[in-house]
């Protein structure tokens, strides 16, 4: 065991309830694995610079090939010649999953749990208890967040003394706010919602376990080992499926990578191909030009698709780097019915609803609503009002459920599919998917929307706190831009990692290829037609900095402005104005977490790109890490 990896400074015996002798030897099986991560990662930023290189868009794969890592051919994944999986019992009706972590930043156990009971009380269908882009990677987060986890899906007494005290804060709540309890009976509510997993993505080294030569270790593999060993006897024994989320897949060849850890581990434990189930994040532009074949590699344990937002448009902003005519707008103008977003929903519902050689489809489960019901009554009530109509478009556009950001966000959505009464809505008719250079180049559509110095301020302040916000824990938080703080009109967004991606790829984007901004802006100077150089994002960057440096402790962390907001500010700034676009914001955030010297920052951010610039490789270890 300890010749196969190591575990960080004693955490092993602090956390013997998740490090059992079980999930270590399944780690110990599958970390050879690992090697064949890194090559899949190595192929993928390959493939990002020679498309750079050649300034060659996207394109559909040659239909004669083989699926890396399968004896499946393109051509026959189209059509549907493979063996997909049925949908189980619990997960044929999820008209909403929530999202959020099962922890909480330095909390004592008793107080993270709390989050796993509002989950599960919640009323919603299903809950995506997350180990990534909702997570915060601080001191042990990680850790609690599957300590919990299994404390609660084990039914522990601790567990269940917080459950009853949470259920009556939250039947408060819904008096005030619905005149009506949401909880009748906490005990049976317990046990409506299905627990789902998110992995963290194969892009990411763990925190706490290295191999032992001192290189950084999948954190998939670790999630996938740490969560299914320790709960799966539970789950099944309940009459549960052991569902995960798989986020950020670009290719299919990355889906048989996931496919061969699944079925590695369920070999491991003795369990039948395909115990394990699987969604599957439609995150990466590249993804979406190879539905049918990732849903062939993951065969008997995919079940479904969802299709997110932000980091969808950060994915296309990336693989269109290059291309210089390619400039995004505002983000508030890319919504899911815009241009590309639009052509991207409509293939991953005509992908569901392809059926496999044995007549199965798939699940569709729609996107995130992030409004949160806290703000003004006319505010609250506009905001809900544009969750529901969000909700009832995606319903009719053929999305089984969707996904909310805060439980108390379940009752006002799901109502939705409540009228309509169906399960799920697998085996649509829909137009055949089709594979023309058209489609191809529809994948990218824009269409004319604003570029403003506004938009721009937005996309600063946000990223901005996302950082400061991820260095204090705070991977989910609920953000708005700083010119908001003091209306309540103007709802607080629950954010996640993706936020903080997009917003710093689009600013870069405006910034190297000279974005020309749509409207006067009497403030700065700034006419309809000027560009977006890098004096004006300087201007703006140092005044929204300044922006939170005078805000309330309620929107940042006084704690936070001589501490981890220095340290935002300066991978923000070193992100947009270098002239290699990072692949990922995360990468930089990763680097400086759970400390506060600046100049140690700097360092690693230089350090950081001149490594990826030199020699295309990503700084992905914890460079703190102690054995």
Known sequence: MAKAFQIRDHLQESYAEVYTAEALAALTALAPLDALRRERMAERLARRRERAAARRPLAFLDPDTLIPGTTIRVGEARAGEFDGSEIPPDLQRQWIQGTGPATKPHAPVKAGLRNVAYALLSGADGWMFDGEDALGQISTMSLDNLRNLRLAIAGDPLFLTVAEQVATEMNAWAEGFFGRPIIDDWRRQLDFTTRIFRCRGLHLDDRHLRHSDGSGFSASITDLCLYVVNNQAALR????????????????????????????????????????????????????????????????????????????????????????????????????????????????????????????????????????????????????????????????????????????????????????????????????????????????????????????????????????????????????????????????????????????????????????????????????GDPFTAELFTRLLAEEHAKLLAARDKDVYDASKGTTLPIALAIVEAYVLRPEKA?????????????????????????????????GIRITENLDFES
């Open 237 to 528: 024994v309940a009459g549960r499926s052991v569902v995960l989320y798989l986020p950020k897949i670009q290719t299919a060849g990355e889906a048989a990578l996931w496919n061969e850890l699944l079925s590695a581990l369920e070999s491991h434990l003795g369990l039948p191909d395909g115990t394990i189930k699987a969604y599957v994040l439609v995150e990466q532009i590249e993804a979406c030009f190879q539905l049918m074949e990732i849903r062939a590699a993951l065969g008997r344990h995919f079940v479904g698709y969802n299709t997110g937002r932000w980091d969808y448009i950060n994915s296309v902003a990336d693989a269109c780097a290059w291309d210089s005519a390619f400039i995004n707008p505002n983000i508030d103008a890319i919504t899911m019915t815009y241009g590309y977003m639009r052509i991207y929903e409509d293939r991953v519902r005509r992908a569901v609803n392809t059926p496999d050689r044995n007549g199965r489809f798939a699940l569709w489960q729609g996107g995130m609503e992030t409004n949160i019901p806290v703000g003004t009554e006319a505010g609250v009530k506009a905001g809900m009002d544009r969750a529901v109509a969000g909700a009832e478009r995606e319903q009719r556009a053929g999305a089984s459920g969707k996904w909310v950001a805060h439980w108390k966000m379940v009752h006002i959505v799901r109502p939705v599919w409540e009228r309509v009464g169906e399960a799920n809505q697998l085996g649509r008719e829909f137009p055949p998917l089709t594979y023309t250079p058209a489609d191809a180049a529809d994948l990218t559509l824009l269409e004319p929307s604003p570029r403003t110095v506004r938009g721009a301020r937005d996309l600063i302040s946000v990223a901005l706190q996302y950082g400061n916000a991820f260095a204090q824990g705070q991977q989910a938080a609920a953000l708005k831009p700083a010119d908001f703080f003091l209306d309540d009109d103007v709802l607080y967004l629950m954010e996640d990692m993706a936020t903080g991606e997009i917003r710093l790829s689009i600013l870069w984007e405006w910034l190297h290829k000279g974005a020309r901004l749509s409207a006067d802006d009497p403030e700065t100077g700034v006419r309809a």
């Open 583 to 615: 692949p990922w914001y995360i990468d930089l955030l990763n680097l400086n977490l759970n400390q506060h010297d600046l100049a140690v920052a700097r360092d690693r951010i230089t350090r950081f790109f001149e490594t990826f610039e030199r020699d």
